[in-house]
């Protein structure tokens, strides 16, 4: 067999245009976007998104059925890796989270009059939505413990119950949200999908949580709200109509896993760029500031620093390239799928966090400030060990996964490993022997 990792030529034309395009057009305004309105910012984006539009990029997650560009998972996960230099550019790609995810949902879900009213708005990038999962007094990781009910009455749905980190609500126009029509259910049958648009009667925005990525809060009506807030929602008998549900009463886990899979690699191969970002900062700060007399690069610790920065970015980088490879080789729901996405969802965080923690350090008080963009990264990053589901569900995953075929040797270890030895001299003992008597 022959390994080869080059790009295809096509592809690795358009990954460099994108590299350009961001580094050029999209990063610079990192700088100048902390006080503009949600409609300035899509007004300055429009322009950006229309360019990346007539190259045939804009939305590849999706099929050309659903309006996207059909692209296998390691195609996709090469252009992740670009998108992942800057925060923003996901949105000018058509690609932000949650958006994304949502699509995936609706289109594996949704009926053609849901498609027409939801999908194809969403994927021509003409209205915004929520995810609404995690609870505020349930756990986030473990979907089963939610308790936000969805109960028929007549032709509406009618939901009650509170949740938090329900991102982009503030700007969305609907929010799609789990919720529980049958309690007595499995517990992967209990829950299913529910549309609620912006307005509906019982819907409070209660707030945009503070984090470490925006510490402070604000009001969901504020002028400035952005892209990106965590809310926290609460449905007051909030009534729905009945085609409001994409898929059938119960279908909730089955489309939520359809949402997370790929997204989890996307957010792996992000996590790739913004480490590389990092990196390449963390490199040109060794090379172009000076103690004791020589570059820091000339240091020992700086550069096992750069060292190690290197090697785990590249394992990293394969790890994820391997993941997506499964995906587009198995699907994206078979186990070997789900135990390549688990080891990227934990691992990669964990590595990002490292490589900033190093350019940091590189860059001294210059990179604890906000003058650098490595603060914001590193706190921003900080919440990947979080989202989508906790480092210690996935690394669970992993290892029930690894285990599942592994049958147990009796007596083991004390029978086992003699037993072993008792094996071996049965097969090979006498050619040894006779070895040993005749090579001297």
């Not at 609706?106 to 021509?124: F, H, T, V």
């Not at 609500?169 to 992967?188: G, I, K, W």
Request: with cysteine; charged share 25%.
């Amino acid at each position: 067999m022959t390994w080869d990792f080059c790009t295809p030529p096509e592809v690795q034309a358009e990954l460099d245009w994108m590299r350009q395009f961001i580094d050029e057009n999209v990063i610079p305004l990192e700088l100048l976007l902390e006080d503009v309105t949600q409609r300035q910012m899509d007004a300055i984006f429009a322009p950006l998104k229309q360019q990346v539009k007539d190259r045939g990029l804009w939305a590849a997650h999706l099929p050309p059925k659903d309006g996207g560009q059909g692209r296998g998972q390691m195609h996709l996960a090469l252009m992740h890796e670009i998108l992942g230099r800057c925060d923003l550019a996901p949105e000018v790609f058509g690609c932000q989270a949650p958006d994304s995810g949502n699509a995936e949902l609706i289109a594996a879900g949704a009926d053609e009059s849901q498609r027409q009213k939801w999908l194809y708005p969403l994927m021509n990038g003409e209205v915004r939505s929520t995810f609404a999962l995690t609870e505020f007094n349930t756990s986030g990781s473990d979907p089963t413990g939610i308790a936000t009910s969805c109960v028929r009455d007549g032709d509406h749905w009618v939901l009650n119950g509170h949740k938090w980190f329900a991102s982009n609500s503030s700007v969305a126009d609907f929010l799609v949200v789990m919720a529980v029509t049958d309690p007595q259910a499995p517990p992967h049958q209990r829950a299913s999908m529910v549309i609620v648009p912006r307005g509906t009667p019982g819907l409070e925005l209660i707030r945009d949580v503070g984090t470490m990525a925006h510490p402070r809060h604000s009001d969901p009506g504020d002028l400035y709200v952005r892209i990106g807030g965590h809310t926290e929602v609460k449905f007051d008998n909030c009534r729905v109509p009945l085609e409001n549900m994409i898929g059938k009463p119960g279908d909730g886990f089955a489309l939520a896993q359809k949402r997370l899979g790929g997204g989890r690699i996307h957010h792996a191969m992000r996590v790739i760029g913004q480490c590389k970002r990092a990196y390449e900062m963390m490199k040109e700060r060794a090379v172009s500031r000076s103690t004791k007399g020589k570059p820091l690069g000339k240091h020992q610790l700086v550069q096992e620093m750069i060292a190690e920065s290197y090697v785990e970015i590249e394992m990293a980088r394969l790890l994820v390239l391997k993941a997506a490879w499964t995906m587009d080789r198995h699907g994206p729901h078979s186990l070997e799928s789900q135990k390549e996405i688990a080891a990227t969802k934990f691992a990669l965080p964990n590595i990002l966090l490292k490589v900033i923690d190093r350019a940091i350090q590189i860059h001294g008080s210059l990179g604890y400030s906000s003058d650098m963009p490595l603060e914001q990264m590193y706190r921003t990053g900080r919440g990947l060990r979080v989202a989508d589901g906790a480092d210690e569900i996935h690394k669970q995953t992993v290892a029930r996964l690894e285990l599942k075929d592994v049958a147990p040797k009796e007596g083991h270890p004390t029978e086992f490993i003699p037993d072993q030895k008792a094996k071996a001299l049965a097969k090979f003992g006498e050619f040894v022997a006779k070895v040993k008597a005749e090579v001297k």
